[in-house]
């Protein structure tokens, strides 16, 4: 990866510092100056953070305690503190937003006496800190303090988490509804995961983490108040393996600690995202920048592109001349598919094999004559494995894969990130990659930065998407357009788009085999230019999509990585417009709720000279029926605008061709 870094000291002083009340206050600004991060010594570690002159996070605790007693807050002498101003270009190998992101910030690192540094960086676009440690020895860390303090009136959008039966508090797939409250409504008994929203006077706040490795997720609670605190999973202690067809491990017994981690190593970052409005929240790429760079060499053999998926759909083809199932005809009938739209690969879901032994294959399938026919199409397959399933046997697993062509696989079902279930992501997407294999994770949170880390883990699902329309009315156009400003900030997510049964709100019903979707065709449509994904996955009806060859060849040309990202429009929970570039070519994506919205959407983002604008929108009648669209075609330049109508729950795409 070519990185063109300039790193030079903002303040050259170097503060070797005696007396804990010599300096006991400190600040680092965004180098816009517009963002400052306060930070007082005086009586506990403490920060805050003021935007364009006004106070927007009041004073919160930072900390960590130590299983030996030992607490960064018990000794704030500070040994050192030093400011650096670092402007960068990263290159992103798989750019779900953009090829090149500017990397630029101020960090101030404050070295304590005692074995303990935090770490801040202040951007244009908001904060992060982290914690460090220098011990010689490991550590095993009781307890983190993180603390993130709101104004008064402040309101939040976020999933709080329903319990499971039979397994604790912890245990989660992150695939929860965001719910809109007054933050003041959360108690302490309210658990969420993040990102979550909260919205003050004129300012969008966004909370996460970023760089998790070998240690716990931060989850947050409600506090009857205006600010929310992070908890954290205890280390398992033990185990047991559930009786279900899908099964994983849940922990029966948790540590009084939550990671054993090595003496000299820096916590994940608490991430900060700042904007004043929420059309600037999409775009942020503070995850990714934070994370730590690539540990791969070779990157040459990660391949994005568009795949196809059975599951949602059970299989339910029509007008085809064999029994359809989990059978070698079905799948060359998706190769089929794929290869005529566009798609790059196919994927084999639950049922190809004994989800309990990846080598005891589904009877009805023969691998070799499908890997071959695959080969010949020019056509990748791609496989589901359960994870409890794909750990045990993984080395044999990935040898096999590698002889059937495979460079893709899922890996489902392991719903924790306490420090050990965290560690199961690296291992496995290390292994993958030796094997030259891309990597997605379902059951799963979402990426925080491991999308940096390891390339190859090209995306992951922490997300209700489009699964859930085939028992469950959650997945509406509202929750729709609140995915961009929430889940989507912490990296890619597999949703799953591309519905061709399409209801209205009183219309929907939740059937099995015959799943539909709430909101219009081109709300599906406009998805898989909204959302961040690289590898996106059609789970629509290729049956269906054969009978509507123009609106599938618009859909399988959208390409899933991009050169540039621009939010044009958005609120969230409301609506959102996004337009992006690839080579010459725009491509825009609109979405709504169940609101009707029309806009008149610029053009003078395009360089000069002619573009071809080929436009599907909502039809005439898509508010009775919402699989009714119009497919249109117009010359267009930078000097005119699109008039865009979207339905209730609609949407709309515009794919402009350089000329």
Known sequence: MAILKQLFALACCLLFICDTHAADSLFVSSPDKTIRVNISTAKALQYSVVMDGRTIMPTSAIDLELMDGQKLSNRLAIQSAKTVYVNENIVNPVPEKSKNIRDE??????????????IIRVYNDGAAYRIATRFNDSVFIKQETTGFAFTKGSSIIA?????????DKYHSS????????????????????????VQEDGVSIAITESDLLDYPGMFLN???????????APYPLEEKITNADYAEKIVTKRADYL??????????????????????LPGNNLVYKLATPSALQDMSWIQPGKCTDEWIIDINLFNVPFKTGINTATYKYYIDFAKRFGFSRIMMDAGWSDPKDLFKINPDINMDTLSAYAKAQGIKISMWTLALTLDRQLDSALDRFNKWGVDFIMTDFIDRDDQQAVAFFERIAAACAQHKMMIMFHGCYAPKGFNRTYPNNITR???????YNAWSDKPNPEHDVTLPFTRMLAGPMDYEPGILDNATKSQFKPIWSKVMSQG?????LAMFVVYDNPLPIFSGNPSQGYMEPAFMQLLGAIPSVWDTTVVLEGKAADYIITARKKGDDWYIGGMTDWTPRTFDILLDYLPPGNFEATICTDGVNAERYPADYNISSKKVNNTQSLHINMAAGGGYFIQLKKQ
């Open 105 to 118: 910030y101020n960090q101030l690192t404050i070295q304590f006496k005692a074995p303990f540094s935090v």
């Open 159 to 167: 999933p709080i988490m329903q319990p499971r039966e039979q397994e």
């Open 174 to 197: 992150f695939e929860e509804l965001y719910q809109q409250t007054m933050l003041d409504s959360l108690q302490q008994n309210h658990m969420m995961y993040s990102p979550v929203l």
């Open 222 to 232: 409600g506090s009857g108040g205006f600010n929310l605190t992070g908890s954290f």
């Open 259 to 280: 990671a054993h981690i090595k003496g000299n190593r820096s916590l994940p970052w608490r991430v900060i995202m700042l904007a004043r409005k929420d059309s600037e």
């Open 461 to 467: 699902e922490a997300v209700l998407g489009s699964e």
């Open 520 to 524: 219009t065709r081109c709300h599906q």
